[in-house]
């Protein structure tokens, strides 16, 4: 059987990882437009002269041609679009290039169809690639945009118990994942400073291209990473670790 007679799909993805598997050829884990994210077996790109080398690297955005297999899809050729290979030479990017991905590989089910955490992706890795952004805020930003589409958003608009709009409010329920006005029973709470909650008002509804535009004091960048970090490992499988390299390396 030839490949022109198998069921080829082309899809735009970004590599999220890989893994050395059999003498030459590697497991790639894809994040891609059409399929969602799904793992695939790149055949002998571990080989120097192997076309799939390349476009077969963590970050690398690119077109992929492929096809399943009897168990798994196959990587048949991939064209880069943007290698974002610069990202791997600056240890910061790098870590938190990681993290986005793992936060993808993390919150997004095998084979869904996630176009809007895509776009958001590959958005996040020109910012970073351009160096236009506050990688903690871009990380912040990101983790709200993948909450909110798998079903763990934070409603930071009105009262989770009475509806009531808010305008401001210290009160976060951890239970309904929405804020509490002053006239609510406030129960399950995280306290919340009028400036963090500005802060997360506004990246939670803002397109991550508008990220660059604002600036956030250290504690209030304390405090959202915080309630964002602590609803992620509550809701999701695994707790990334991509982040806890930094903690070895910041001085404060
Ligand atoms: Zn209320």
Same mark, same amino acid.
Request: glycine fraction near 16%; avoid cysteine; proline fraction near 0%.
């Given at each position: 059987m030839g490949v022109q007679d198998l069921n080829l799909i082309k899809t735009r993805g970004v590599v999220l990882k890989t893994q050395d598997y059999k003498e030459n050829d590697k497991l790639v884990w894809l994040f891609t437009e059409k399929l969602? %994210?799904?793992s695939l077996i790149a055949k002998g790109a571990r080989k120097? %002269?192997?076309k799939l080398m390349s476009t077969t690297l963590p970050f690398c955005y690119g077109e992929f041609v492929l096809y399943k297999g009897r168990s798994m899809y196959i990587l048949n050729e991939g064209k880069i679009i943007e290698s974002f290979q610069d990202l791997l030479e600056d240890f910061e990017y790098l870590i !938190?290039?990681?993290y986005l991905n793992e936060l993808v590989d993390i919150c997004c089910e095998d084979g869904q169809?996630? =176009?809007f955490i895509f776009k958001n992706l590959i958005t996040a890795f020109y910012l970073m690639k351009n160096k236009v952004v506050d990688l903690d805020i871009l990380a912040?930003? =990101?983790e709200l945009k993948i909450l909110s589409h798998t079903g763990y958003g934070i409603n930071l608009e009105e009262c989770c118990i009475c509806g009531n709009k808010i305008n401001t409010s210290n009160y976060l329920s951890m239970q309904y !994942?929405?804020?509490i006005c002053n006239n609510c029973e406030k129960r399950y709470v995280t306290q919340i400073s009028t400036i963090?909650?500005?802060i997360l008002k506004f990246l939670n509804k803002s397109e991550l291209e508008k990220v660059p535009r604002i600036k956030v004091p250290q504690n209030a960048k304390k405090e959202i990473e915080q309630i964002l970090s602590n609803i992620i490992s509550t809701n999701y499988t695994k707790r990334p670790k991509s982040l806890d390299m930094? %903690?070895?390396f910041k001085v404060e």
């Open positions: 969602g %994210k799904i120097g %002269k192997s !938190y290039g990681s169809k996630e =176009f912040r930003a =990101f !994942y929405g804020m963090a909650y500005n930094l %903690k070895h």
